[in-house]
Structure formats: C-alpha cells, structure tokens
C-alpha cells in the first residue's frame, strides 16, 4: 500500500474570504512539498462572515502552479445548476492539465445558504438535488449526446465539448458526516470518499478504527471492478508525523487533509504550519 498523499485545506470565510490570501497559501504548499490544496465552499457563513468564492480561486491556483491537485471540499451542489458547474470543473481540468477534484456534499449551514434566498434547505430535498446533479454533471463530462429527467432537472438532447482532460471523468469524492448511511451510499457510487464524525470538531481527529469502519463500508458497496478509489480525512499536524499518517494508510487513507484556518491560530501560524512541510516529512 503506498503512502498517502497530504493536502492543505482551507476555509473560504472569516480571514480567509481574501482570495488573494489563498491563491499566495496554495503557491507556497507546492513549494512546500504538499500535493494538494482544497478549499472549502461556503456562500454565507454565521455571524455574517466574508466570504470568497472557491471556485475562482482555485482558477487562479491552478494558473499559478503545475503539480498539486486541487478543487473544493466540498461544493455545495444543491445550490450550482450542475450543467454550469460541469463547464466549469471541465474548463478547470483543462487548464491545470488534469489536476481538478471534485468533492461534494450537502453542506453545514442550511439556512444561511439556502432558506434565506427562498431554497428549500430541507436534507433529504438538498439530497436528492445533490443525486440528480452528479447524475447530470456526470452525462455532460461524457461527451455524448445526453439527457435526463429528474424531480428537480431536466436536460434534453445536448452535447458538452470538450470532455475532461481526465478520464473516464474527473475523479468526486462524496463527503458525508458518520454514522449517517445514505453519503456513503452515494461515494461507493463514485470515486473517492472524505467522511467526517459526529461528535469530531476542528481540533479532533477520528481514529484509525473510526475510518476503518467508514472504508469497510464503503468498499464493501463496490463492485470489484469499481477502478480506483480515494479515502479522504481532515486531520491536523503540528510537523513530521509519520507514523500517525501511517496508521490510517493501513486502514485505506489515500488522502491527508491538513486542516487549517482560524481555529490553528492567526494567519501566520497557518503559513508557518504551510511552509514546514507534510506531516509525512
């Protein structure tokens, strides 16, 4: 099993909804060593926090470096069209030469992002729209000709060109927060699964055994002939932690997200914890 690959991620509210704060943090975590930079999405957060946009900041990280993989974890697709969102994630895989993931999930503020611009926030209602969009997304990345009828979208006899530079498709990863089943259902659909723990907070991690239940699961969905698939976990490092990283490589991690933002302490400690590397050494 080979070593799992460490990415920073990063909030896109509070202090950092300064989109060229974020694109200077993604430069520097290449030129650190890391092999990935992720953002979060959030539209409006509490307490009537800034906010930027992730998606244009992952435009211009991907135009400013040539290795790390990238994208947002995770898009909020219940409140995207997804055929928009499909142009957009193919003109990014284009441009970064295919370095574009594509993570997904319902999302943590219902109200804020949804109820207050007349959205029905509902779980099970952002759920099904989530269903039916990667659905969508998925058909027009094809390059066929494509349609679909759904509760909540309809797509008739259209064609999307170019295709991803990535194929079959852009790789989405499908987060979910545990014990909840029905995300989880959904990732051993796709490729990639990013899930959080009820109960884990910012400064927490879950244990090698928690994700092991999660990846048990998930694998035990897929078909054997399914293709890759990524196991994505937000954790946090204070430096060189191998062994730590080792333990959940031994339970199917693929994917070490450094956690950071304003809960790991000012700015500059982040670009300090940035700048000394991936907990891998």
């Given amino acids: 099993m080979s070593e799992p690959r460490c990415a920073v991620g990063l909030p896109n509210v509070g202090d950092y909804a300064d989109p060229e704060l974020l694109v200077s943090l993604g430069v520097l975590a290449e030129q650190s060593g890391w092999d990935g930079v992720?953002?979060?999405?959030?539209?409006?957060?509490?307490?009537?926090?800034?906010?930027?946009?992730?998606?244009?900041?992952?435009?211009?990280?991907?135009?400013?470096?040539?290795?790390?993989r990238t994208g947002v974890m995770v898009?909020?697709?219940?409140?995207?069209?997804?055929?928009?969102?499909?142009r957009e994630t193919v003109t990014l895989d284009v441009l970064s030469g295919g370095r574009l993931a594509v993570g997904v999930g319902l999302g943590s503020t219902p109200?804020?992002?949804?109820?207050?611009?007349?959205?029905?926030?509902?779980?099970?209602?952002?759920?099904?729209?989530?269903?039916?969009g990667l659905e969508i997304m998925c058909g027009l990345w094809s390059g066929e000709p494509f349609s679909f009828a759904g509760r909540y979208y309809q797509v008739t006899d259209t064609v999307f060109s170019p295709p991803p530079v990535q194929r079959p498709r852009i790789p989405i990863w499908v987060g979910g927060r545990w014990p909840a089943r029905?995300?989880?259902?959904?990732?051993?659909?796709?490729?990639g699964v990013f899930p959080t723990f009820e109960g884990i907070g910012h400064a927490d991690r879950p244990s090698p055994a928690q994700l092991s239940e999660v990846v048990e699961y998930?694998?035990?969905?897929?078909?054997?002939?399914?293709?890759p698939f990524d196991v994505v976990v937000e954790a946090q490092s204070e430096g060189p932690a191998?062994?730590?990283?080792?333990?959940?490589?031994?339970?199917?991690?693929?994917?070490?997200?450094?956690?950071l933002g304003w809960f790991r302490g000012p700015v500059q400690h982040v670009?300090?914890?940035?700048?000394?590397?991936?907990?891998?050494?």
């Fill in 111 to 132: 109200h804020e992002e949804y109820e207050v611009f007349g959205e029905d926030g509902d779980a099970r209602v952002r759920a099904d729209r989530l269903d039916e």
């Fill in 271 to 281: 670009r300090e914890r940035i700048q000394a590397g991936p907990p891998t050494g």
């Fill in 38 to 68: 992720f953002f979060w999405d959030h539209l409006a957060y509490t307490d009537s926090w800034p906010a930027t946009d992730p998606y244009v900041v992952v435009s211009a990280l991907v135009a400013r470096t040539n290795r790390i």
């Fill in 75 to 86: 898009s909020q697709l219940a409140r995207r069209r997804p055929w928009k969102l499909a």
């Fill in 182 to 191: 029905r995300p989880f259902r959904r990732a051993a659909r796709y490729d």
């Fill in 242 to 259: 191998p062994e730590a990283v080792a333990a959940y490589g031994a339970v199917g991690l693929t994917w070490w997200i450094e956690k």
């Fill in 218 to 227: 998930v694998r035990g969905l897929r078909a054997s002939d399914a293709g």
